[in-house]
């Protein structure tokens, strides 16, 4: 009588006889005891089909009624899947966000839930029925429906399994599970049976298409172990948790990559307290998020300073901190676009000896120099030429043995 | 400062274009400085759509799911319009039936209000908003999503106007007001400039596509005017109202015709206290509706007795008849399909002698058998052949001159 949340994205719902297929896997796990909430995303390209009519009516759609337009995508995927699982017999309930206690602020179109009031999800779990939750959604204070944003709907599994003290959360997609690199780009790669929250949250670049960063973040604050699959296949997917194993351990689990990256350079930054700032909170108000920054020592009071960050930013920031560089008696600013990141990631390599000079070595031998390089916990990341990026991949795929299955998983 | 309450069809609302139309019709009303309160259907075929959705994963949708399934259309259009308001400068809020305070009981699929709480209308109203409402759709005590049931949908402004004491409900629709006679039939029949309730609810076959009969029951109880009007041109309609002019007494006002009933004759029936329930009781119990009953006078204490009813009824009703026929002791049970009604509506014609003379003068002249006759305050209905009614309707309006313009309306 375990108590499961599962999440069903887009492309599993897409059409009746998918809803019909989800139906008949919810039946069979209601059938062996397991209690279950079911959260469903709109149905195949439905919310772009309503982002579509609110453009043609509107050049500025109000946050407000958007939110409300796009929280009917979810609504109609719970009806229908509840309908489904009543043909099957299986007693079910649809419930929309604001009904399934899902209480978040006011910021329209992008949301943080506040809180789960769990007491009607519960009782209709106590009647013995499978409830089916609208995704993507959730009640303000002022009783306005609103949601999480694009993308973020895998928060509301994670946050009501937090909130039901669930066992696991599932959440079922097209993609069966998170790989030791892009399989696009080393064809050697292989899926992970289980993985770190911490390694997930380091892997974003292969692990954001399964799993939204932000929803692994709760899952390793509440402790709730996801499991993330496809629902087209049976007994695949990666376990992502708490625990891991001795021989998990100072062992590289994955290769993330991202070859759509820019950077800047600050030369001759006087180095004195309150200059970071300076330079960073500006691009902050203008909604510019910075990755990895890199400060060399002091020489003579002055230091360069790099830091990189989405393509799309670049000429935007540029300006910012051409502005921010005139202020604080600066020097030159470099921009540059087409470099790329690759990171080695797995718990405790940071602290072992030897696997950063492994590292630099494989990427040397590959004939790649490496811009910048940065570190972190379990993390090791070199910045490069966006065209060095998926040699560097396989490079190390090759070096780290990757392609190998782990013992745990023999 | 009129506060109007305004109802638009799902083909005044069925693309991004005529949406933006009726948001053009609305901003002009507000810039003229109406108060508008507006209810809007699904978008054009949606409803349909959903329903289809529905069949395809389940053959008997459960009801509470099927209501908040369709709920969405609505949602959808009020959204929508609330958008394209914003867009011409006009502020405008859109409402769930459940935050305009639509109390219903809990009938799902065909939900009856019970009572308008129209508190956070007021307040919109107040703030100098437009107030987008999705109609067809409750809350119920339980708090869950409710529908009025197919058609109903000009039951929620009715209600609307009459919680929220607005000088006039308006309902636009892509008929332009109601007509003496049913245009296909009769090329020459006017459009009324206005009606009262009580000819409204008579002339229901002419009626009823333009305004359901609860809406004009409602509309009569609370005394709200009503204009029934096209959205698509500009100054039409009719009228439906408490007022009937002088002028207006005493005349034929229009023709209505079914041209799909069936008839019932029990011969023989013995004249005595609760045959009549023996009859109708069981019918009721099987939901189905009686219209017309004719009881002939007594000979030797046995009557017969003739009732019409749809078509469609007609072989499941005459095994219950005959069923009570034989526990009452009647004699032979005649089922006949294939007639026709049509009915002279107007204030005052029964009382007044000579227009049933007239009529039936007319109809005998164009050579058609009356079967039946039933008369009410303003309506005298004749039962016929159904290959005799548009013959009739037709000699009837030309007896009456009723394509002449009343004088009201000169």
Do not use: W
Not at 59 to 75: I, K
Not at 128 to 143: C, D, T
Not at 257 to 275: F, S
Request: a negative charge; charged letters at 25%.
């Amino acid at each position: 009588m375990a108590l499961i949340v599962q999440k069903y994205g887009g492309t599993s719902v897409a059409d009746a006889d998918r809803i019909k297929h989800v139906a008949q896997r919810l039946a069979a796990r209601h059938a062996a005891g397991d209690k279950l909430v079911v959260v469903v995303s709109a149905m195949g390209s439905t919310t772009n089909e309503l982002l579509q009519l609110a453009a043609q009516v509107s050049d500025h759609p109000e946050a407000r009624e958007l939110d409300v337009l796009l929280s009917t995508g979810e609504m109609v995927t719970k009806t229908l899947v509840a309908m489904a699982l009543h043909t099957l017999d299986v007693e079910a309930v649809s419930l929309t966000g604001a009904q399934a206690g899902l209480q978040t602020d006011t910021s329209h179109g992008r949301a943080r839930i506040l809180a789960v009031e769990p007491a009607r999800i519960e009782r209709e779990l106590e009647r013995g029925r499978v409830v089916i939750v609208a995704g993507f959604q959730g009640i303000s204070e002022e009783l306005e429906v609103t949601t999480l944003g694009r993308g973020a709907s895998d928060i509301t599994p994670v946050a009501l399994a937090a909130a039901l003290k669930a066992k696991q959360c599932e959440i079922y997609t097209d993609v069966d599970g998170i790989y030791s690199a892009d399989p696009r780009i080393e064809p050697n790669a292989r899926r992970l049976r289980d993985i770190s929250y911490e390694e997930m949250l380091e892997l974003s670049s292969l692990g954001a298409r399964v799993l939204h960063p932000r929803a692994a973040e709760l899952a390793m604050v509440f402790n709730i172990p996801v499991v993330v699959a496809s629902s087209f296949e049976e007994g695949t997917g990666t376990l992502i948790h708490g625990g891991v194993t001795m021989e998990q351990f100072n062992k590289v689990r994955g290769i993330a990559d991202d070859p759509h990256v820019a950077k800047i350079t600050l030369r001759g930054v006087p180095d004195q307290p309150g200059i970071a700032a300076a330079i960073f909170e500006p691009l902050a108000e203008h909604h510019i998020s910075v990755d990895t920054i890199v400060q060399n020592a002091s020489v003579e009071r002055l230091t360069d300073l790099t830091f990189t960050l989405a393509s799309s930013d670049l000429s935007a920031a540029t300006k910012i901190v051409k502005e921010a560089a005139k202020q604080i008696g600066a020097g030159e600013v470099i921009a540059e676009d087409h470099v790329g990141k690759v990171s080695i990631v797995g718990t405790g390599i940071q602290s072992a000896p030897g696997y950063a000079a492994r590292m630099f070595r494989a990427l040397s031998e590959a004939g790649i120099n490496m811009e910048m390089i940065s570190t972190s916990e379990i993390r090791i990341t070199c910045i490069m030429q966006e065209t060095d990026v998926e040699k560097a991949v396989r490079a190390l795929h090759a070096t780290f043995e990757m392609e190998k299955a782990e013992a745990s998983e023999l």
